[in-house]
């Protein structure tokens, strides 16, 4: 998830950023639950070496790997982007101010509350991935730029920090 970019769209309102990220974590949902479904039905060998010799089970090549799809054996993962780079386009301040530092863990709890309550409505082991996506992060700020423009403090280094990274500059 583009965390600055749901920031920028908010223009400095908390409520709407929540919106934003509510949507956001919503379709990505949608899309996972979508593979996840496709999946089902697959037989063990298909992936031998991942079904029947031991890296993740034991199985007849026969059977269905449908039972390991659940109950926290397998995840679905759901990961994000420039949580620094989303306060400075919110609060203008970053980690080094305690109480926008409380507002970074307000949304990481706010997205890992979510992935729980998946986890609980499904039985599919849902997980907030803080990700190392340095290609991703640069996309997500290139097409950020060219979308909202330059702004200083937000995107104007050409990339977002990875996950809740501070900036090492």
Same mark, same amino acid.
Do not use: W
């Given at each position: 998830?583009?965390?600055p970019?749901?920031a920028i =769209?908010a !223009?400095?309102?908390?409520e709407?950023?929540?919106?934003?990220l509510?949507?956001?974590l919503d379709?990505?949902? !949608?899309?996972? =639950?979508f593979r996840?479904n496709?999946?089902? /039905?697959?037989q063990?060998?298909?992936?031998?070496?991942?079904?029947?010799y031991?890296?993740?089970a034991? =199985?007849?090549g026969?059977?269905?790997i449908?039972?390991?799809l659940? /109950?926290?054996y397998?995840t *679905?993962?759901?990961g994000?982007?420039?949580?620094?780079?989303?306060?400075m386009?919110?609060?203008e301040s970053?980690?080094d101010n305690?109480?926008t530092m409380?507002k970074?863990v307000?949304?990481?709890?706010y =997205?890992?509350?979510y992935c729980?309550?998946?986890?609980?409505?499904?039985? *599919?082991?849902f997980?907030?991935?803080?990700?190392p996506a !340095?290609?991703?992060?640069t996309k997500?700020?290139?097409?950020?730029?060219?979308?909202?423009g330059l *702004?200083?403090?937000v995107?104007d280094k050409g990339?977002y920090?990875?996950?809740?990274h501070y900036p090492?500059?």
């Amino acid at each position: 998830i583009n965390l600055p970019r749901l920031a920028i =769209m908010a !223009e400095g309102s908390e409520e709407r950023f929540y919106e934003l990220l509510k949507q956001a974590l919503d379709l990505s949902r !949608e899309v996972l =639950m979508f593979r996840h479904n496709k999946i089902k /039905g697959t037989q063990a060998k298909q992936a031998p070496v991942l079904y029947q010799y031991g890296a993740i089970a034991r =199985m007849d090549g026969e059977d269905l790997i449908d039972p390991l799809l659940f /109950g926290g054996y397998s995840t *679905i993962s759901i990961g994000y982007v420039g949580l620094h780079n989303a306060l400075m386009a919110l609060y203008e301040s970053s980690y080094d101010n305690p109480q926008t530092m409380d507002k970074a863990v307000d949304i990481l709890q706010y =997205m890992r509350q979510y992935c729980e309550q998946c986890k609980q409505e499904t039985n *599919i082991g849902f997980s907030l991935y803080s990700t190392p996506a !340095e290609t991703l992060a640069t996309k997500f700020c290139k097409q950020d730029i060219q979308d909202f423009g330059l *702004i200083e403090g937000v995107n104007d280094k050409g990339y977002y920090e990875n996950s809740f990274h501070y900036p090492s500059d």
